[in-house]
């Protein structure tokens, strides 16, 4: 990807679309869920590119097509007519098709037609001289796939110059600068001196990957590597009707409770066993990971990243040092695992289960008896209040963190990420400055914001950086305008003391 000249940047993440394209749980044949979610994304173009597209670099800074929650089952009833290259796995059939290239592109197939007026709009977009930058997040790490990427540029290609009449040699000049305006980026963007951006899951135990740049399966090759996020939603979050994942990160214990009760003893059952299932399926996978994992990953990782230094003209010393900064995923750390899975609770109850049994053996008075026990329980206790700050491995915190030292080490202005769906403003000292644009879903239940007279509750938030100076935005659907996002939600994260902290780190690393 080599970025041609400046332009003003439209940056957005976590788009995530195809997500509600799910073929077993009864998408097939029902009316869109939510028709204005494309409309939305038409009317933001309209608002910044209508007439000078050529000015605009759009930044799609990761999860753009939802590969992971378009569940394609080959025998279900639907739209799509499927002429198959591969054989269909029994797994497949109940699950929904893996990700592997073949399956990847009808996927793909079936998320074009989905949103069919979105990429129509995306095409004229790009027709009109604008520029589209794809970032690999973890919902989309199949585009890693260059016949994925080929096939999407093919056909947003075809998108773009549906109905025209052109010779030969005009259509093969304007498709090929058409497609030369589309890119795709494995990893990271980078203007030097203005802009920084990346997806962020790879600072996300739960979702990222050991080889970013080279995220093949160590034990199909074929196969793209399964971290933890992807257990839980292909064998969990996928079966279910009433789950959306994205909604229930708000969610309470209460909210919880409430869910598992509205489902009925049968419902119960149900979750509980699929949620088993996929438990089982994360620790069989964590085993076979550390069996078949061979060195030839990390060489194609290092050559890759080899790659990313000389395209953007920075010595490969820094990438590596910023390549470190990722989080070792949750399947290769058996302590994090257990954590996940509620087993250091189990152990921790058995542990003082075994203890208690002891005290119960050796003393023969009551009185040391009970005090034995109210030792035990109280030691249980204090080992739980140490274990719970551990249990909850949110990756905001991190994405900071690591964007001061990106920001150091690339000596870049701004540092921009996504995928923890909070938006944050975040200074970095020197005039640095971290901002996560949050995401660009459709909003909860009953809070849809459709009266322009009404204040606007949006949350279809944007970067936009005009020059150097950059500003997060919210679309207003209703109104079809923006505004500034609110002052709370943009708020420094970080305390004095924590950036006094971090500076000291960074001036310590190598």
Not at 311 to 331: Q, T, Y
Request: hydrophobic share 40%; aromatic share 10%; glycine share 6%.
């Amino acid at each position: 990807m080599v970025v041609s000249r400046e332009r003003k940047l439209l940056v957005l993440s976590d788009m995530h679309l195809g997500r509600d394209c799910n073929y077993i749980t009864g998408f097939a044949g029902a009316a869109r869920p939510d028709t204005d979610f494309d409309q939305a994304f038409i009317d933001l173009l309209d608002h910044y590119t209508d007439g000078c597209a050529e000015d605009w670099r759009l930044v799609v800074a990761g999860d753009f097509i939802d590969f992971v929650e378009v569940v394609v089952v080959p025998q279900a009833q639907g739209p799509l007519k499927l002429h198959l290259s591969f054989e269909v796995s029994e797994e497949e059939r109940a699950f929904g098709l893996g990700t592997e290239a073949e399956r990847t592109l009808v996927k793909l197939d079936a998320t074009l037609g989905y949103h069919s007026e979105l990429f129509t709009r995306l095409a004229r977009f790009v027709r009109e001289g604008g520029e589209l930058v794809v970032l690999r997040g973890n919902h989309d790490v199949e585009f890693h796939w260059e016949k994925v990427q080929r096939v999407f540029r093919r056909r947003l290609t075809d998108l773009a110059f549906k109905g025209e009449h052109l010779d030969v040699d005009e259509a093969i000049e304007r498709r090929s600068a058409f497609q030369d305006r589309m890119s795709f980026a494995p990893w990271m963007y980078l203007e030097k001196n203005r802009v920084y951006i990346e997806h962020g899951h790879q600072y996300d135990p739960y979702c990222s990957f050991d080889h970013q740049l080279h995220p093949v399966s160590p034990t199909n090759p074929r196969r793209i590597d399964t971290p933890v996020f992807m257990f839980a939603m292909r064998y969990f979050v996928n079966m279910l009707t009433d789950f959306a994942a994205h909604n229930a990160d708000m969610w309470t214990v209460r909210d919880y409770i409430k869910w598992l009760r509205a489902k009925g003893p049968a419902g119960m059952f149900y979750t509980g066993r699929m949620g088993l299932e996929a438990g089982v399926r994360m620790l069989v996978y964590a085993g076979r990971f550390a069996i078949g994992r061979v060195r030839r990953y990390n060489k194609e990782h290092a050559k890759n990243l080899q790659a990313e230094a000389e395209r953007f003209d920075v010595p490969v010393a820094k990438l590596e040092r910023i390549d470190a900064l990722h989080h070792v995923p949750v399947n290769r750390n058996l302590s994090e695992l257990m954590r996940l899975l509620f087993l250091d609770r189990v152990l921790l109850v058995a542990g003082a289960l075994a203890l208690g049994m002891l005290v119960l053996l050796i003393f023969t008075s009551p009185w040391f008896e009970l005090g034995g026990m109210a030792l035990v329980a109280g030691l249980a206790y204090w080992v739980n209040r140490k274990m719970t700050p551990r249990r909850f491995l949110l990756p905001g915190g991190k994405q900071a963190q690591a964007a001061r030292r990106i920001s150091r080490t690339l000596k870049v202005p701004l540092v921009v990420m996504g995928h923890s769906h909070e938006r944050r403003v975040t200074p970095l000292g020197k005039g640095g400055r971290y901002v996560n644009t949050g995401c660009w879903l459709p909003p909860l239940p009953g809070k849809a914001h459709v009266d322009p007279q009404e204040p606007c509750t949006c949350k279809l938030s944007h970067l936009v950086v005009e020059g150097r100076e950059p500003e997060l935005r919210v679309f207003c659907r209703a109104a079809k305008t923006v505004r500034v996002a609110d002052v709370e939600e943009t708020k420094s994260h970080l305390s004095s003391a924590t950036v006094e902290a971090l500076s000291t780190a960074d001036i310590m690393a190598p």
